[in-house]
Structure formats: C-alpha cells, structure tokens
C-alpha cells in the first residue's frame, strides 16, 4: 500500500543551501563572467593554441637547446633560490618572532619591500648594485666573481624577490610555537641544537615548505626583477619568460604559448609534488 | 616610530635566549635585509639624484614621462576599481551563501598569482594579437587593443585580480551573516543591509585589499610589457618608461622614473603597515601573502 501521508517526491539534490540574504544571483553572475572573461577564456587560449602544431610540433618546439636551457635555467635557478631563501627567513623570521630590539618593527615592515618595489624598479636598482663598477658587484669582481650578466645575478634577483613569502609564511606558525615544549625538552636535558632540530624545526616544517614552494613559484614566473640583471645571453642567462617574450615578438604565437604551457605544467606538477609531500609529512608528524 | 602596541606581536621570551646568541642573530638578520632589501631602495634614490635635483626634476618633468605618468594613472583607475568590485561581489557570493563548486571557484579566483605575469600579456595577444583568435576581426573593425590602452587594462586586470577578494573572503568567512540576517528580519532591504552592515564591516579590509591591488597595478612589468609594444609617449607606462630609458643608457632619467615608482612602493607599505597596527582584528589575513 502506498503511503498517501508521504509526500511523493524525492529528495532533490540540491546544489545551493536555502538562505534569507539577497543578492546571490547577482553576485555569483558577475564573479562568474569576470572570471570567464578575465581568467578562463585567456588561459584557454594559452592551453589550446599550441596544439596548431601538432604534438610532435610542440614537442619540437620544447626540444629546442635554446627551450630547454631556458626551462633548466629558469626551474633550476628557482628552486636553489627558494632553498637559500628557507635558512634566510628562518632566521628573520626567528629574530622578528622572538627577539625584542629596537627598530623591531620597523625591520618587520620591511620584509615586505620585495613585494612593495616595483619588479622593474628592483631590477634596474639590482643590476646597477651587482654591476662591475657597482657597490656589491665590484667587490665580487675583486675576488673575481661575475655576479651581474650571469646566473649567478639572476640567482640573487631570485633570492630578493622571495624572501619575503618564507619570512611571513614562517612568523604566525613560531609566533604560536609554545615555548613550554621547548623547555620541556629542556629541562629534560636536551641540548640547544637538540631543541631546534627536534622540537622548533619539525613544527615549523609545514610553514617553511609552503614557504618555499611559494617562493619557488614567484621565481619561476618571475620577470622585472630579473631580465636587467641576467645579460639575457641565450643558452646561458636566458630565463623562460623572456624566451616567451622574444618568440612573440618574432610572431612566433604557437611557440610562446607552448613555453608558456609548458612552465605552467611543470610548475603546477612541482607544487602538487610538494603539496603531496607536505601532507604526508604532516600526517607523519602527527602522534 | 611609536605606535599602539598589539598584543599578538609581543616577543614571547625564549628559552634561546642565551646569552650571546641573542645579538649574533639580530646582527646577522640586519645584515640580511640591509644587504638584500634595503640596498636597492638606496641605490634607486642614490643614481635618480646624481646628477643634481635640477637634472632630476628635468627627467621627471620630461613629456614622455609626464605621458607615461598619466598612462599609469588611467591604467590603475579602470583597473581597480573593476577589481574592487569584483572581489566583493566574488567575497559576498562565496562567504554568506554554501554551493557546490566553491573550492573551485576559490582556486581559480587565486590561479592568477600562481602564473608567471609574462604569461597573464601572453594570453591577451593570443586572443587579440595581429595573429590572435579575434584578431582578424579586431582589424577589420578598427578595433586596437594589443599595444594600446584595452590591452594594458586587460593585462594589468588579470595580474591584480585576487587582490581584493584575498583579503575580503578570509574576514567575511569569520564574521559570517548573522548580523545581515538580523537586519533583514527587521525588514531592512538587501541594498541597506549591505551599505549599513556589511560595508563597514569589511572597510579596512577592502581599503587593504585595493591599497595592494593599485601598487601593483601601477608598478607591474611583466604584463603589460608584452601587450605594449614600448611606443614611446603612448603605451609605455611608468614600468615600461623606466626600461626603455635603461636600455638608452639614460640611467638617471631611468631611476628617476623609477624613484616615483619607489616612492609609491614605500607609501603603499607605511599605509598598510600602518592598517595592520590599528585595525588588526578587521584584517583577517592582512598579515598573510
């Protein structure tokens, strides 16, 4: 027998929960069209145009010396870059955190600079610094190392530019580090470097890395601040986002795209990596 | 500076604060960011005046300067405030309503900070570019927008989008919408709701959001110097003044230039340092990036 007392129709699914505030059509019809106009659409663009050469043209294209150099340079360069940035803001990170001084705060304020400097301003104030006769550049030269027109210059724009996203990442996780643990360990007996090996650098590792991996992938992308410094010689200091750059402006379109595919492959391929890591590492360091 | 201090930025005392090791790691933390950070803010102010503040002004006041100070100004204007919009429009939709599809909505409002700028102008002239996907039609209707004004806004839009939608979602998730739902209850319409409740809940940080969001979309490079084609006068903004001065070995005229840039860079940072000690608790994640 059917129950007549139940109603008949089944439980719709529902994509939005009920609410009594306006103004959801609206808003999510205007965040959706910008977005598709803005984001969707170019970047559809970026995905599909390389494929007018065919795979086997775009793999051509991305086995060009002149590609891969650029992408070992620009990959490699970055990922040393964010390295030498984790011992850097780990210790800015540290004096800001747990130490009191004055002009404190100040040199707080500052760790934003990188972000706050236009990257063409950081570059030409940069190149003008490591430069032959520049203040840094020519005390370099006196122990005979090249700093601007050469990697190792752009390594250094590198640095600059990320050191910022290690030092913030770092400081709300130390700023809520309990310093009981660390007396604990103390009190037990462990040694300075036991507590920070043991204690302060596992409970930083999460934040560190995402750290990092941001750092990474600003440097990876990373334009202003670098072409001025690099000498843009090709096969040697020539980053991926100005091969992009001289390919367009051959009307090389399918090329720059698949360069500009390409970087963005790999890089989201080297995040999802860390990604992947990092929750394992968290899971494992959880008791 | 003197400031009001707040509590959650107060040193806790640490264990590590031996005697000794204190000063070696401030030193060396001083030494890091003056060398690294501090150096090229001084090297820009340095080589601007170095031949004289009358040689500096001249730079400054030179045509295509002042045309490219302009450029810059109207870039920002039409850019922002569309951003500004959008993000709040983006932040209302994502924190006050539960839909499926949100964490992918918030991905993709983000996914412009994780490509490289070259490629945020790449993919306009992909589009639009003499050999674009609308480019032919674009030539047979008279229609520039590589290497002129819609293509640096366009440009500059997708670079400087999650800037304003960043800071508003975090604090809008915290504050939630019992206070827009009380109103409502009590008969007051969505337009008033909004103007009397949630506006000024959320003005710090939309004031944070647009304040980053304008400094960089006056100083970006990488954007816009793909789709504009460096004509001197007409489609070179202040970034883009800066480098074809640099690479005319015009070095004072360049870091002139640059120095406005600077300066702009250096107010943006005392204003949101200064939004970041007084209205901390109404700036969700304004310590993050």
Known sequence: MIDLARPLALPRPRWKEPSILPGFGVGLGLTLTYLGLIVVLPLAALAIRPWELGVSGVWHELAQPRVTAALKLSFGLSALAALLNAPLGLLIAWTLVRYQFPGRRILDALVDLPFALPTAVAGIALSAIYAPNGPLGSLAAKIGIKTAYSPLGIFIALVFIGLPFVVRSLQPVMQDLDAEVEEAAQTLGATTLQRVIRVVLPALAPALISGVSLAFARAVGEYGSVVFIAGNLPMKTEIAPLLIVIKLEQYDYAGAAAVGLAMVVIAFSILIGINAAQTWFARRGRP | ?289
């Not at chain 2, 429009?89 to 994502?94: E, F, G, L, R």
């Not at chain 2, 739902?181 to 103007?195: E, K, R």
């Open chain 2, 1 to 289: 500076m003197t400031a009001p201090a707040v509590a959650i930025r107060r040193p806790k005392p640490s264990s590590l604060r031996r005697p000794g090791i204190a000063p070696i790691l401030i030193l060396a933390s001083v030494a890091v960011m003056a060398g690294l950070v501090v150096l090229p803010l001084g090297v820009v102010f340095r080589d601007a005046f170095a031949k004289g503040v009358s040689t500096y002004l001249a730079a400054i006041k030179e045509p295509d300067a002042r045309a490219a100070i302009r450029l810059t100004l109207i870039v920002a204007a039409i850019s922002v405030p569309l951003n500004a919009l959008f993000g709040v429009a983006a932040a209302w939709s994502v924190t006050k309503f539960e839909f499926k599809g949100k964490a992918a909505l918030l991905t993709l409002i983000d996914l412009p900070f994780s490509i490289s700028p070259v490629i945020s102008g790449l993919v306009w002239v992909l589009l639009f570019g003499a050999q674009g996907w609308f480019g032919t039609w674009l030539v047979d209707h008279d229609v520039k927008i590589i290497f002129a004004l819609p293509g640096l806004v366009l440009a500059t839009i997708l670079v400087t989008l999650p800037f304003v939608a960043r800071e508003l979602i975090p604090l809008m998730q915290a504050q939630g919408s019992d206070e827009e739902a009380a109103a409502l209850t009590l008969g007051a319409s969505g337009l008033t709701t909004f103007v009397k409740i949630t506006l000024p809940n959320i003005r710090w940080a939309l004031l944070y959001g647009v304040l980053l969001c304008n400094a960089r979309a006056m100083g970006e490079f990488g954007a816009v110097s793909v789709v504009s084609g460096h004509i001197r006068g007409q489609t070179t903004t202040l970034p883009l003044h800066v480098e074809v001065l640099y690479n005319d070995y015009d070095f004072v005229g360049a870091f002139a230039a640059a120095s406005l840039l600077a300066s702009l860079g250096l107010i943006t940072l005392i204003l949101k340092t200064a939004l970041e000690w007084r209205h901390s608790g109404e700036l969700a994640a304004g310590r993050k990036h």
